[in-house]
């Protein structure tokens, strides 16, 4: 019964945007007052614009990923308007797709696909700067603490005295290039600065 009630909104978003070129938004309209009269899941409408969006049709993605994010709360959420932001992205409208990002991570502030797409647009967007702190991992694990685990593991699995040198110097030459490109901030800095601190009698 869904399978047969998607392809029916497919048809009737496909002959809506032939009959009116170009009106997105009124598509939208029309999909959700389809989608919430027959009771489809956001799930399934992300899917099929999942699928729409493999083949190259865009404002059918566009148009049903916009709708699953009518209808959906959390991760859902912000997958359908990352969804919708890269249909945008390839539509040629930066803007729309930022939007999109920005609804994205307003639902989930850690929704790695949307920072990860996001920080892309921004730095086509002659906006780099900006688009160094859309890291995936920010606020999740500190770049420097990352570096110092892979470090010691280096030390803990090879018994190597030479290797013990090679990953004490690689801390700080991660970090500062991690410094230099952006991707380390305050906080990044002041954990180095208290576990040196800790360390210097």
Not at 51 to 63: I, M, P, Q, R, T
Not at 78 to 84: D, G, I, L
Request: with cysteine.
């Amino acid at each position: 019964m869904g399978n047969n009630q998607i392809e029916e909104l497919l048809k009737i978003v496909v002959e809506y945007l032939q009959s009116e070129e170009g009106n997105l938004s009124g598509a939208v309209d029309i999909a959700v007052k389809f989608s919430t009269k027959n009771s489809i899941s956001s799930d399934l409408l992300l899917a099929q614009s999942s699928l729409c969006g493999s083949k190259g049709f865009l404002e059918l993605a566009y148009v049903l990923a916009k709708t699953a994010a009518n209808s959906s709360t959390g991760s859902t959420k912000a997958s359908a308007h990352c969804t919708s932001g890269l249909a945008s992205y390839f539509m040629g409208r930066p803007e729309e797709a930022e939007e999109q990002y920005k609804l994205a991570l307003e639902t989930d502030p850690k929704h790695v696909a949307t920072h990860y797409n996001y920080g892309i647009l921004l730095s086509e967007m002659g906006r780099p700067e900006k688009a160094l702190h859309e890291n995936p991992l920010k606020g999740a694990v500190s770049p420097l603490i990352g570096a110092a685990v892979i470090s010691l593991l280096i030390v803990l699995f090879r018994p190597y005295a030479d290797i013990f040198i090679l990953s004490v110097a690689s801390v700080p030459v991660f970090a500062a290039v991690l410094y230099i490109t952006g991707w380390i901030d305050s906080e990044d800095k002041n954990i180095l600065l208290k576990l040196i601190s800790r360390n210097t009698f």
